[in-house]
């Protein structure tokens, strides 16, 4: 099924642990995002890349880095992960700008639940 | 950066009832209007968008309309039904600008009551 798949679905992670989630699309879709979800806060954009091998900072970036080495994967990584990212994360997609025809929608993954003790 | 506010945080009808959603925001240069709908525990998904050169947009029970003097934009819900109970969200964005931080509003949770 074509689509954006995330992983793990949820995790429980020592505080100080180093942790990469997953994200991986198959529309060959441009850009792709990532967002932490949290209660009374909306989606809150941590990294985003407009295409492969370019990376830009969202709102929260602090505490984590991402890469796009190739079209497909876009992982996020908490080097030393704290409790306050305790969080439901959200990597997304969309074919680009809203220039050249391309629709605006973003397309979510299922969403990683993350819990730092 | 853009500036969303989405009014009000929580709203509950009863079934058959409309309901309306308001989305302000602070950057004139926006021209893609969006709402995405999230049901509890899944993912959001878009319901409906418009585009500044349109007014008002409707797919079946759903409309958005915009007010781009104001800047502000709604989502009108009618006939509303136990399936349209979420939270709603907006995120308004410049296109062709090469920029995609998109900044979506806190949401609206809905709650249809049957």
């Known amino acids: 099924i074509a689509g954006i798949t995330q992983a793990p679905t949820s995790q429980i992670l020592a505080a100080g642990r180093r942790m990469t989630l997953r994200c991986t699309q198959d529309m060959r879709h441009n850009a792709m995002y990532w967002y932490r979800q949290d209660l009374g806060l909306g989606l809150r954009l941590i990294h985003y890349?407009?295409?492969?091998?370019?990376?830009g900072k969202g709102e929260v970036p602090d505490g984590y880095s991402v890469s796009r080495a190739n079209t497909d994967d876009f992982p996020l990584t908490l080097a030393s992960a704290v409790p306050s990212q305790t969080s439901v994360y959200f990597c997304?997609?969309?074919?680009?700008?809203?220039?050249?025809?391309?629709?605006?929608?973003?397309?979510f993954g299922e969403g990683s639940r993350l819990t730092v003790l | 950066g853009e500036n969303v506010e989405q009014h009000p945080s929580t709203l509950s009808v009863q079934e058959g009832d409309s309901a309306v959603i308001k989305c302000t925001y602070s950057?004139?240069?926006?021209?893609?209007f969006p709402w995405y709908k999230q049901e509890l525990g899944k993912r959001p998904q878009l319901i409906i968008d418009i585009r500044s050169n349109v007014g008002e947009k409707k797919d079946q029970r759903i409309a958005v309309t915009l007010n781009k003097t104001a800047k502000h934009f709604s989502l009108h819900i009618t006939e509303t039904q136990p399936e349209d109970s979420a939270v709603y969200f907006c995120a308004p964005r410049e296109s062709g600008a090469g920029s995609y931080q998109l900044t979506f509003g806190k949401g609206t949770k809905l709650s249809v009551i049957p």
């Open positions: 997304a997609s969309s074919e680009g700008g809203l220039a050249g025809g391309h629709t605006g929608e973003l397309f």
């Open positions: 950057d004139s240069a926006s021209n893609y």
């Open positions: 890349s407009n295409t492969a091998g370019t990376t």
